[in-house]
């Protein structure tokens, strides 16, 4: 072992001390947080599972990123582990050892190479600058000064002066970045292993959507989060995690609109505020667009929240709780819970929404409904139609869910086409009528845990008085109340949407379909159904037994873009730059389809209130209809089963 490769093991030592010593300094911070309960034994066994597929399924959505980060992240662990290694005489004084290290070391410099390319000569308006601007070139100090250490070692010193002089480098590119590791662009790595590990919803990475919100303890001392000791010790690590690589930036609806909400900007001010006297100075990404003016100070102990914090409130009201920020995080970090936290204290113990969303969350402490109408007049859309109420039978194979669309114009076309249907189906139904309260979603999203709640037992009360075998809404948003969010209260059923149970219905022989005329079509994913539930096939199928031709837009699937009709955004009306619907209208305007198709109330009305030329918007239900009026049928209808 020559005496440059020693010193580059030693050097490497130096390198994980200081790092370590750093990274305990930042991970006290964490401990301010509450205590949540974490399976840290599970998680530490599946944390190369959960880094090696579930991130890097994220991460290979960019190819470029996807080789970048391979290269880089694995050849510097590589290389520096088996540099450290070489401590060991029977490794070190190895050639091959050496030709391996120098391996490692090559693949790393290839890596910060990518790195380097991505961000000169002109980086991406994405990619934070500041620190992340000399990343590079610590990269390739480290990496470049550990080949060449690692090559003269492994040809017995014959590159005597190359090794010194890379030594030279590596000594200061790798105390370089384990200097980053506190507040530097490699506080991600440590921070991220331990947000993998405590994750606060562990079942993402087992498959399931876990998407639900968490119920709000209402006997606690403060309800929600006001400061960063709010917030669970696990949220915390997620904050720190952020790598800054702006995916979530660029997903956001409301960043694209211009509103005052940018979600890799939010995680970076929750993550400043942790340390003591903090500030948002050190930021050096894209700032909230039409931002509002805020002090930018905070720190344990200090509110997050108010111009004299560090974020604005219209910040948290501006989001649509689509979690297309969610879906794009390489890092699985939670932007939305920490949003709802967040909007639960400045609604239940401030009183401080905007003032367009008083008057509903009012309407439905009083009147169980957002819009305060009377619960009796929910079943007004089906004049003429046959509606059979359960409670006239105790029971029914389905409970059709009306929601709180049923009392606006536009949706009661969509339930009239989906109640005509079922009809034509035989399918055995029944609805609650003017038992039906709210769902509680709206109420739950602009942070009034206490209605949610409240509605949420009322309505697993009423239900619990009959027999059904499934409740079918054409609602995501009460679709994801009354399957994910009402198991805390109770209440487990299985709950399908319109989409997916007209299409059981066709593939049964239970509905026979024409085709329609239609040149072509496009789907608009909602939210609630496709990102939330997972549910993206089935509208598809079903619109394709139509015979139209289907187009598929840029962001589809879970994947889509919001419409601006979720989280209260349409009654917190936030003002922006452009409307939400209006450059998703664009974007079906681009796939020269002359129908969107859509799957959600909200949907209907956000696309449809867009002015100007544009395609038609019809709910999938309604478009069914029209195939069903014109289908011959080949078979008598018969109860579903």
Sequence with gaps: MTDVALLLSLTVLAMVLLAGALAVRRARLWHIGRAAEVDWVAGLLALPKRYLVDVHHVVGRDPYAARMHA??????LGGSGLALLGLVPALGGARPFWWLTALAFAAAFAGGAMVGRRRYPKRPARLSGGRFQILPFLLAAYTGGGLLVALDASLGGALHPLGWAGLALAAGGGLGLALQIDRGPMRHAFAGAAHL???????????????????????????????????????????????????????????????PLNPKRLIQDLAAALQPHATNGAYAGSPYPNARPVAGIGGPGLPIVGE?????????????????????????????????????????????????????????????????????????????????????????????????????????????????????????????????????????????????QRLARANVAILARYRFGRILT????????????????????????????????????????????????????????????????????????????????ERSGKRSMCCGGGGGAPVSDIEGERRIPDIRMEQAMATGAGIVAVACPQCSAMLEGVAGERPQVHDIAELVLMAAERAVPSRPAEALA
């Design 474 to 553: 054409a609602d995501p948003h009460a679709l994801h109340a009354l399957r994910n969010e009402y198991k805390e209260f109770g209440g487990a059923y299985e709950v399908v949407h319109h989409t997916a149970f007209l299409d059981e219905l066709v593939a049964a022989g239970r509905l026979d379909l024409g085709t329609l005329d239609a040149a072509r079509i496009t789907y608009h994913d909602p939210c609630y159904l496709g990102r939330y539930n997972g549910e993206v096939d089935a509208p598809r199928r079903l619109l394709d037994r139509l015979g139209i031709e289907r187009r598929e837009m």
């Design 71 to 76: 290269l880089a992240a694995g050849g510097l």
């Design 197 to 259: 590990v405590a994750h606060p919803r562990p079942g993402r990475f087992q498959g399931e959507r876990a998407t639900a919100l968490a119920p709000l303890d209402l006997d606690a001392p403060r309800l929600g989060v006001a400061m960063p000791e709010d917030f669970a010790f696990n949220r915390l690590i997620g904050f720190d995690a952020c790598i800054q690589c702006g995916r979530c930036e660029v997903a956001c609806p409301a960043f694209a609109a211009g509103q």
């Design 308 to 452: 004299g914090a560090m974020i604005h409130p219209d910040t948290l009201w501006s989001c649509t709780t689509c979690r297309a920020c969610v879906e794009e995080c390489p890092m699985m970090i939670e932007h939305v819970d920490a949003i709802i936290d967040l909007r639960r204290y400045q609604t239940l113990e401030l009183g401080a929404v905007p003032p367009k969303a008083a008057p509903p969350l009012m309407e439905t402490r009083y009147a169980d409904e957002p819009g305060g109408r009377p619960l009796k007049a929910r079943t007004d859309f089906a004049a003429g139609l046959t509606l059979p109420l359960i409670a006239q039978r105790g029971e029914a194979e389905i409970l059709l869910w009306l929601g709180e669309g049923a009392y606006e114009l536009r949706y009661g076309r969509t339930l009239r086409a989906l109640v005509t249907l079922l009809q034509k189906a035989g399918v055995d139904f029944a609805v609650l009528g003017e038992e039906e309260s709210d769902c509680g979603d709206l109420a739950r999203r602009l942070g009034d845990e206490v209605g949610f």
